[in-house]
């Protein structure tokens, strides 16, 4: 059974930090790029990072760069998102999701985006507080 669980959100005041987890199980973890989504009740789920565990290529949409850090801990099948300088509009529901990949997603991130997804996790709600 694939299973993405996702760990870490909660309540935050403007300019601090969380770091979310991501556990998975149940596929082959290497052959898999992770990725980072969000969503606000009544909007679309939108991109924030991706991590591939074939070869460690990142990708972070303009919304992520500069205080989202995305990383992985293949001993434990665990992707992070540190999550620095949080503000309100960061409010969301946080998504973790695997797509299956071949070429670096620096190089092409159009696997990580919603409609390639392969499996979802649950969602961890986040909400930063003015």
């Known amino acids: 059974e694939v299973r993405l669980v996702e760990s870490g959100g909660g309540l935050v005041q403007a300019g601090g930090s969380l770091r979310l987890s991501c556990a998975a199980s149940?596929?082959?973890?290497?052959?898999?790029?992770i990725g980072w989504f969000r969503q606000v009740p009544g909007k679309e789920r939108e991109g924030i990072s991706c991590?591939?565990?074939?070869?460690?290529?990142?990708y972070y949409t303009d919304s992520a760069k500069g205080r989202f850090t995305i990383s992985s801990d293949s001993a434990k099948n665990t992707v992070y998102l540190q999550m620095n300088s949080l503000k309100p509009e960061d409010t969301a529901v946080y998504y973790c999701?695997?797509?299956?990949?071949?070429?670096?997603?620096?190089?092409?991130?159009?696997?990580?985006?919603?409609?390639?997804?392969?499996?979802w996790g649950q969602g961890t709600q986040v909400t930063v507080s003015s």
């Open positions: 999701a695997a797509v299956w990949v071949i070429l670096p997603v620096n190089k092409d991130p159009r696997p990580c985006t919603v409609k390639n997804i392969n499996y």
């Open positions: 149940g596929f082959t973890f290497d052959d898999y790029a």
């Open positions: 991590i591939s565990r074939r070869d460690g290529s990142t």
